[in-house]
């Protein structure tokens, strides 16, 4: 690492006004993906703002039709939390299947969305859920929030503050690790609400995107059949030495299948 | 208190203890007086020429105390880094030996080859600043692929190889089996790539170098698998000081799988800078720097040719290998390829006619070295691999084609030059395929099928050569050490025992595996044995550890010491009990007359020998304190059935290991427990290498493109089964505890048990390792690679 100036924030107030004086600071969540990135030398904040001692940024609260969880909030608290596994048990899922029990410990629902890693898995919650992500400023529809690699709607002193979850009718993630990383090598959320259905996918882009073939689809008759026909396109997804574009093609079709045989 | 009561007794670990509570004391653990910290630059590219180096704001930086390059090297005539095994090539004549130096003379010549290092009061501000060097370079156009280090317009790396080739090499009868050959009744023919391997021991290289003024002497503490091969290839080859004011010391090491035998330039520059400074140094490699640096492994491409008349009975084996050195020679790299791997293929079988061509080449990537089974894992690969072929083309059972092939006579030599002492290989299958429930697979894969899965099942029945080495044979081979062990039992005078031994530990368990030979020997309980290794001050000498060779040859060693010691005991038992030295036997840690009840405890004998009153002074010395070197007459054999059951997906090409049987034969086993615990680990590191594991260079840009986990992919423990091990014994001829070596094993079988059965599983000839999930899925569904 190089050297840096920790804080620990009292206040959200307070961990704003760091990041509005200073463009190389940066907010410490649980640390998965910031502290691993210093470690290397890729990134060289002159500042931690640690947020760890915001207490009212975590935390689950279940309304009438959304979850509404803390940006803070560890990815062990949701995968364990009843309310959670009653209303959306594929967002508990979801969380108990991101890294391993170390990471779920300290990692964080806001530092995931706020990173947007093309390979995370929250993001295709968000998205495929149609979430709203709460900052100290404003509300951002999470088809609005997600932009590029890396990439999202926030402004520089923006901070989450939660991240409220719509309460489908039926869901479920499906992933597919990279054998090394364990990341999503292709992720994909299926979220019916009766109204119409959500499909996101991670890990296959730059981005988290959706599939509104299958959305339609699946909208119609909600079954693995529904979309066995389709054709993923291989243009714009990633390729690598573990997993071509059309081989992430190829596994879009399979976890989304799965994913609909989970859900219903 | 029973003679071998110890033998066979899974004693739990004594090392545990410590090294479970955080009690360890490894090398980056050592803090000395005045500790400075030395951080290396590497070159980023494969393949350059260094223009100039500026270490000016380098210099400037904070803490620090120094920087050297390759202009310091050459003037303080430190020498390369030499090759300990030279081979003679088809024509008689010496291997090619390019200059191995330990800072970048002029040129890089892999990603990560070391150029400069940089000193300062913190491991931080060592960092920082050598962030701040500048080096000019001139790219230059790099080769990665064995395959591609020979062709038309490849770029040479070293002036004396222009072709790139460090040597042509040949072993067996060529005339026999081209004979043989060209009248078989048929032929099996099979290309194949031995992928490449980055060992990632747990621990990261690391040392701490100091030179003393006082004493004008030097100590080093190295992870290293051989503290005294390290000291005397260092102060003889490479830094010229007299090796009797050089210490090396090799505390606590996590893991070494071949990785830390080797000479590194790190230790090198470290033990030559501490005197220049008068500081000590250290140093200790990120994973990162491990992943470029550390002696990679195997990197063979292979054609091989099995000729068998029409009963599947063997008549000739024709291979010819393409070897992938790396960049430069590493200390034994050499003989990997060539000694340790070509002797090794006749396996279990009698074939008559056996011939290998080995063409060794340099190309822009970490050198290539021992590696857990160095060389035996590949030659496993060959044989079983076209055995199991050979079997499909026949139409015979995989068994049974091995069975009509097996080696039933023993001693046997082989037309590979090794004599093999004893196996029994028809027994060791049977119990594998009983304990693998053969017999249950196609209803298992039936079963599969209705799940849309695709089932295989395959062989692996391997043969190694450990204990490395006999001297002669080994020198007359090229090698340019001798290959013994040495012991000494130091006896105190409260019967208390310490055994220093020239085997190192480093997770075998040595501490109390050589504790429970001495304690069964002596009759004395374990508490009462301390086993010291890795400390050239304490130890009389060592070649070190590998090559499964601790228990054979250390052992070996440890028990002629031993028999020293009661011959001695003997001598003063016969004194004290006024009977003649025939009269005496050494029973349950007494000495006693044969016949009588008299007799006489260990420990009072130990205590005789250091207070000599009733002593036979006249004709024997005081003190009970032996030593013994010992050089083993022949290899040892261990040898055994590996199968392997696989369940495919071929929607995602995701393949699950579903069973793993190992039933290996090595002789006498001294500790159950801890041989089960390598044979896990050699199995895991096996399925790793055929199914996870695979190290890839960028042909374009020679990058290392999987530097680090989140794309080397190390087999975890949810990525295997849980293994059904089982022991066949057939005692080694040919050294006293009958014993014949386990550590590597398991990951020398294994990657062809594991190919057999994903071939089997989707009904093709070949698969490339790693078989990751896009490899399989593009073979299962045809997709263009």
């Given amino acids: 690492m190089y050297a840096f100036q920790y804080r620990k924030a009292n206040t959200l107030a307070d961990a704003a006004a760091v990041l509005s004086r200073n463009a190389d600071a940066k907010l410490l969540a649980g640390g998965q993906s910031l502290v691993a990135s210093m470690k290397l030398r890729l990134i060289n904040p002159s500042d931690i703002v640690d947020l760890s001692g915001i207490k009212e940024l975590a935390g689950i609260k279940l309304e009438s039709n959304a979850v509404v969880i803390g940006a803070m909030t560890r990815h062990a608290a949701v995968a364990s939390s009843h309310d959670v596994k009653k209303a959306i048990p594929a967002l508990a899922a979801l969380a108990d299947g991101i890294g391993d029990r170390m990471v779920r410990n300290m990692g964080t629902l806001g530092g995931s969305v706020a990173n947007n890693d093309p390979a995370a898995d929250y993001p295709a919650a968000a998205l495929a859920l149609g979430a709203t992500v709460i900052t100290d400023k404003r509300k951002i529809a999470a088809d609005d929030f997600f932009k590029g690699l890396f990439e999202t709607a926030l402004q520089p002193s923006e901070i989450i503050t939660a991240v409220s979850f719509p309460i489908p009718k039926r869901a479920a993630y499906m992933k597919f690790r990279n054998p090394a990383s364990r990341y999503a090598l292709v992720g994909v959320f299926v979220a019916d609400f009766g109204t119409g259905v959500r499909v996101a996918v991670t890990g296959a882009g730059p981005g988290v995107f959706r599939m509104p073939e299958m959305e339609k689809a699946l909208a119609a008759k909600f079954s693995p059949d529904a979309i066995a026909g389709i054709k993923v396109p291989e243009a714009n997804l990633n390729s690598d030495l573990h997993a071509a574009a059309d081989y992430r093609a190829h596994l879009i079709g399979v976890m989304a299948k799965r994913a609909v045989e989970a859900a219903a | ?785």
């Fill in chain 2, 1 to 785: 208190m029973g003679d071998m009561n110890f033998i066979g007794q899974s004693v739990k670990r004594r090392e545990d203890y410590r090294f479970l509570t955080g009690s360890g004391n490894y090398t980056d653990d050592i803090v000395l007086p005045h500790q400075s910290h030395a951080s290396f630059v590497r070159s980023p590219h494969a393949h350059a020429r260094i223009r100039a180096i500026d270490k000016a704001a380098a210099l400037k930086a904070p803490g620090v105390i120094a920087v050297f390059t390759g202009d310091d090297i050459a003037a303080g005539k430190v020498n390369g880094l030499p090759c300990g095994w030279l081979i003679t090539d088809v024509n008689g004549q010496p291997m090619k030996e390019p200059p191995h130096p330990v800072l970048a003379q002029g040129k890089v010549r892999y990603v990560g080859d070391h150029v400069a290092v940089v000193i300062a009061e913190t491991a931080q501000q060592a960092r920082d600043a050598a962030e701040k060097i500048e080096v000019d370079y001139e790219v230059l156009p790099s080769v990665v692929r064995a395959g591609d280090a020979r062709s038309k317009g490849a770029p040479t790396l070293h002036d004396i190889a222009p072709d790139n080739t460090c040597y042509v090499w040949g072993l067996g009868d060529k005339a026999a089996v081209d004979k043989a050959m060209a009248s078989a009744a048929h032929v099996t023919t099979l290309e194949f790539v031995n992928n490449r391997l980055i060992p990632n021991a747990i621990e990261p290289r690391a040392a701490n170098a100091v030179y003393s003024r006082a004493d004008d002497g030097y100590t080093l503490y190295v992870a290293s698998q051989n503290p005294h091969v390290e000291r005397l290839l260092m102060t003889a080859f490479v830094l010229g000081l007299p090796e009797h004011k050089v210490r090396v010391v090799a505390p606590d090491v996590g893991g070494g799988f071949g990785s830390k035998i080797f000479l590194y330039a790190e230790e090198v520059v470290l033990t030559w800078a501490a005197k220049q400074l008068n500081r000590p140094i250290k140093w200790t490699a990120d994973r990162s720097e491990s992943f470029q640096s550390d002696a990679h492994g195997r990197d063979h491409v292979t054609k091989a040719e099995l000729g068998m008349d029409k009963n599947g009975k063997f008549t000739a084996l024709r291979v010819t290998t393409t070897a992938n050195l790396g960049a430069y020679l590493s200390t034994f790299s050499s003989c990997i390829p060539t000694i340790l791997y070509a002797t090794l293929l006749a396996g279990q079988y009698a074939t008559p006619a056996i011939y290998a061509e080995v063409t060794a080449v340099f190309t822009n990537t970490a050198p290539v070295d021992a590696y857990r089974g160095a060389g035996r894992p590949e030659a496993t690969y060959v044989v079983e691999r076209i055995v199991e072929q050979a079997a499909r083309e026949m139409k015979l059972d995989p068994a049974e084609i091995r069975r009509r092939n097996f080696i039933t006579t023993f001693p046997y030599q082989t037309p590979v030059a090794l004599l093999y002492d004893t196996g029994n290989y028809e027994a060791t299958l049977a119990d594998a395929q009983k304990a693998a429930d053969v017999a249950g697979f196609p209803a298992r894969r039936a079963e599969s099928a209705k799940r849309g899965k695709l089932r295989g099942l395959g062989y692996a029945c391997y043969i190694e050569a450990c204990g490395i080495a006999p001297s002669n044979i080994a020198g007359a081979l090229g090698a340019r050490a001798g290959l013994y062990e040495a012991a000494e039992v130091r006896v105190h005078p409260t019967g208390k025992v310490s055994l220093f031994t020239g085997s190192h530990s480093h997770g075998q368990g040595h501490e109390t595996t050589f504790a429970q030979v001495v304690a069964a020997r002596l009759g004395i309980p374990m508490e009462d044995v301390d086993v010291v290794h890795g400390d050239t001050s304490k130890v009389l000498f060592g070649m070190g550890t590998y090559g499964s060779r601790s228990l054979a040859v250390g052992g070996t060693a440890i028990v002629k010491a031993l028999d020293k010691i009661i011959a001695k005991g003997k001598k003063i038992a016969a004194h004290l009990l006024e009977a003649s030295d025939s009269d005496i036997e050494f029973k349950d840690g007494n000495f006693g007359v044969t016949g009588t009840d008299r007799k006489i405890p260990f420990a009072q004998i130990a205590l005789t020998a250091y207070v000599p009153h009733n002593y036979p002074l006249d004709k024997l010395e005081p003190g009970l304190n032996e030593n013994a070197f010992y050089d083993p007459v022949n290899f040892t054999f261990p040898a055994g059935s590996h199968i392997c059951e696989v369940e495919i997906d071929p929607e995602t090409g995701r393949t699950r290991v579903e069973r793993f049987t190992a039933v290996d034969d090595f002789g006498k086993v001294i500790n159950p427990m801890i041989v089960e615990g390598q044979v896990h680990g050699g199995l895991t590191q096996g399925i790793g290498q055929a199914l996870t594991e695979g190290c890839h260079y960028d042909p374009e840009s020679g990058q290392l493109v999987t530097g680090s986990f989140l794309d080397y992919c190390m087999p975890r423990a949810d990525d295997v089964p849980s293994y059904h091990v089982g022991t066949q014994v057939t005692p080694c001829t040919h050294n006293p505890l009958g014993v014949k070596g386990c550590g590597e094993a398991g990951a020398i079988g294994a990657p062809a048990a594991v190919m057999n059965a994903i071939t089997d599983a989707l009904g093709v000839r070949d698969v490339e390792m790693p078989a990751t999930p896009q490899r399989i899925w593009r073979i299962a569904n045809q997709k263009p690679v």
